[in-house]
């Protein structure tokens, strides 16, 4: 224990005698105007663990410098915890009812999960096991997408960690890549997000890569038509996916103009016919977002402004706070329980064993 606390305090003297690898033109977006949720806040480490968001910027930025694929990855993520129940860290559980198994979490990437578990291994060795995962990855995805070249925003703090994953049920109202605009503001309009932050939140698939099964329907039975698509992009599509053997391998990037940076250039794909997903395509076309995604397209400040405060606004759904859930040693374990259930429900009155 002696030299994994040495190895620690070592490794915080050297971030903290290092130049961020954030870039220094990155957009710091003020999000003040975002209520933050009861539980949370800007200071919630400062005695506990004043290092940790220093520990976590480093750590994403050195796994950025090998694969610039991991912020796409991390965004992913956390999108994909945050929207079913809230952001809590329930879809970083393994086991038989893990989140991970259910179609739409069936392609999040291994490597950025390792990743938030490294970090917190990182954190916990430094400071004790007072940070949460889900805390770690809402940290480790804003300074993933500043590394990529988007905004910057403060994250407020305090969310902890949920006992269990998901229902199959909740984890799947996760929106689907062939719903129509009317899906989508309802299913954003549900988890009290709206049309702005739809078409700003969809702005993610400015980078990252998809599996051809989840865009084959915009040329599998001849070129879509609804949304259209560009003939020679889908016939381009056609082509690379007919080499997707064994199915669900082969991906293609989301953006086709820049796609490792994040930018505003998807929603010029968009304008372009360009969209990979129906869901995307959509969005510059029906009345209701049309207006929104071609601003975004011609004002790329106004996009990431938008971008950052749909991130706050997400990052707070339904979040954990106090005695609730726990803060869990392994983020893909649940901590092995020493107490009984309270009245209180499911992620409340546990105690962890240390």
Known sequence: MASTRAAAIILVAMICGTMHYHPAAAMKVDTTGVAVADGL?????????PFVEHIVEFLVGEAFKKDVG?????????????FPQGCDASVLLNGTASEQ????????????????????????SACGPVVSCADILALATRDSLVDAGGPSYDVALGRRDALAPAVPDITNTLPAPFFTVPQL??????????????????????????HCPAFEDRFKNGTDTNPPIDPKFAATLKAKCAGDNPVGTLTQKLDVRTPDKFDNKYYFDLVAS??????????????????????????????????????????????????????????????KRVGIETAAGNNEGLTAEM
């Open 41 to 49: 806040s800007l200071g919630f480490y400062q005695d506990t663990c």
């Open 70 to 82: 991991i912020a796409p990855a991390l965004i992913r993520i956390f999108f994909h915890d945050c």
């Open 101 to 124: 198994i259910q179609p739409p979490n069936q392609t999040l990437r291994p490597t950025a999960l390792k990743l938030i578990e490294d970090i917190r291994a990182a954190v916990h």
């Open 185 to 210: 503001i309802k299913s954003f309009g549900d988890r009290g997000l709206n049309v702005t932050d739809l078409v700003a939140l969809s702005g993610a698939h400015s980078f990252g890569v998809a």
């Open 274 to 335: 360009q969209g990979l997903f129906k869901s995307d395509q959509a969005l510059i076309l029906h009345s209701a977002t049309n207006r929104t995604a071609v601003r975004f397209s011609l004002n790329e400040g106004a996009f990431f402004t938008q971008f950052a405060i749909s991130m706050v606004k997400m990052s707070q759904m339904d979040v954990l706070t106090g005695t609730q859930g726990e803060i869990r040693n392994n983020c893909a374990v649940p901590n």
